[in-house]
């Protein structure tokens, strides 16, 4: 057995770095254990998005303090990262309604971000200021003042580079066979340790099947595509349409959304039936992430529908001023999905799974860890005097 640390974190996604990254700055001893060489999954594979807006309950609170967290490690870590706010564009007067709604919604006080008014009302011409949206296409929108923007790829490496920094040990190309209260067991030798995180994602139906099951878990997998697209402006924010105020439960939630759902799917059956949420984001390099579509089963195919890329290539085109696009990068991403927005379990005494069971990990994640790590590491230390968890 290797020696053993305070707390091993299984899996290098954005939720286990959380949970490594609140454990470290309690000043413990932390080893986070990866398959892979590198984060390849839903971490890297994302919009860059960081949508705190649009969530409600659970969501919203780890959020709200998830949103500081990425404030205070671009910072330290040194990746970009853009308090751009977000534009949605409404193309029909029950989305306004729908924004409206959500505007004078109550917000409790543990539910605010610190931006003044959150959700600010556009014109048809406010839009188009902001925005590269094609004349004539919307009626108005909103502008989400305290969403952020960071290209995943970059900022998941710097975060990592900073965990190190701050003596978390890395073993990556280590599987992990088993965990137990104590011990995790793993390809390269067993691990003790006083907290074990599992971080998994959709792979938790790998390692803790059980739980999987008892939550409902299973895949939902996604086509993305990063495209270079010569926009008649910069698209300074990311961009959501009314498909996206369908699916966001902070939105979606609101009586006024089931008139804008039930329009969407009967003018446009095609984009319904590959579950779309429209919405675009744009990187340092002026590249444009176009996205995205939703497929769901404890097993999804890996082959791609050409014919769901070139609906949601054709409809970027309906809906910004914008040339020719030549597709430059395609993939498909895959992420837990259950009925619940969040994964909570302890299995075992000294064991606890976490995880974000929808498309919501990168704006959540790690509010969701330091969350559920302040709960486990401070109820530790109120017992023991000592520093360490052994």
Same mark, same amino acid.
């Given at each position: ?8 974190? &299984? ?5 286990? %770095? ?16 990866? @398959?892979?060489?590198?984060? !390849? ?11 705190? /807006?649009?969530? /409600? ?7 709200? $303090? ?6 205070? %490690? ?23 309604? #729908? =924004? ?7 917000? +409790?006080?543990?539910?605010? $971000?610190?931006?003044?008014?959150? !959700?600010?009302? #556009? ?7 902001? *925005? ?7 009626? +108005? ?18 975060? !990592? ?31 003790? *340790? ?12 790998? =390692? ?8 409902? &878990? ?6 993305? $595509? ?12 990311? %961009? ?5 105020? !369908?699916?966001?439960? +902070? ?41 995205? /579509?939703?497929? @769901?089963?404890? /097993? ?17 085109? @309906? =809906? #910004? ?11 498909? +991403? ?17 064991? %606890? ?10 704006? *959540?994640?790690?509010? #969701?860890?330091?969350?559920? =790590?302040?709960?486990? $590491? ?5 017992? *023991? ?6």
């Amino acid at each position: 057995m290797s020696r053993g640390f305070d707390v091993t974190v &299984v899996g290098s996604g954005i939720v286990g %770095l959380g949970a490594a990254y609140a454990a470290a700055k309690r000043g413990l001893s932390v080893v986070v254990v990866d @398959r892979t060489s590198e984060p !390849i999954g839903a971490s890297i594979r994302n919009f860059g998005h960081l949508c705190f /807006t649009p969530q /409600t309950g659970d969501a919203r609170r780890y959020g709200v $303090l998830a949103r500081e967290l990425w404030l205070q %490690l671009a910072t330290d870590a040194g990746f970009w990262l853009r308090e751009t706010g977000t534009v949605v564009v409404a193309r029909h007067d029950d989305e306004l309604a #729908l =924004l409206d709604a959500a505007r004078r919604s109550p917000l +409790g006080e543990a539910d605010r $971000l610190p931006v003044g008014e959150e !959700i600010r009302m #556009l014109d048809a011409a406010e839009v188009a200021d902001r *925005t590269p949206v094609r004349h004539g296409v919307a009626a +108005g929108g909103a502008f989400l003042a305290a969403d952020l923007q960071t290209d995943p790829r970059s900022a998941v490496a710097a975060i !990592i580079r900073r965990l190190q920094s701050m003596g978390v040990e890395f073993r990556m190309r280590t599987a992990v066979g088993r965990v137990r209260s104590g011990v995790v067991e793993t390809s390269r030798g067993d691990i003790a *340790t006083g907290l074990v995180v599992v971080a998994v994602n959709h792979d938790i139906d790998q =390692l803790l099947p059980d739980a999987a099951e008892e939550n409902a &878990v299973e895949r939902c997998a996604l086509d993305m $595509l990063r495209v270079d697209a010569p926009l008649a402006r910069p698209l300074g924010a990311p %961009l959501l349409t009314g498909w996206s105020l !369908i699916r966001y439960r +902070g939105f979606a939630g609101l009586p006024e959304a089931s008139a804008v759902r039930q329009r969407l799917h009967g003018e446009r059956p095609d984009l319904a039936a590959i579950d779309l949420n429209q919405m675009f984001t744009q990187l340092p390099d002026g590249s444009l992430l176009v996205g995205d /579509t939703h497929w @769901r089963g404890v /097993t999804v195919s890996p082959f791609q529908s050409e014919a769901a890329v070139n609906l949601m290539l054709a409809e970027a085109e @309906r =809906l #910004l001023d914008i040339g020719p696009l030549r597709v430059r990068e395609r993939w498909q +991403g895959v992420y837990a999905a259950a009925p619940d927005e969040f994964l909570v379990e302890r299995p075992q005494p000294g064991v %606890l799974a976490i995880a974000a069971t929808t498309g919501i990990g990168m704006t *959540t994640g790690l509010g #969701l860890a330091e969350h559920h =790590l302040a709960l486990e $590491l401070d109820a530790v230390s109120a017992r *023991t005097p000592s520093k360490g968890l052994r």
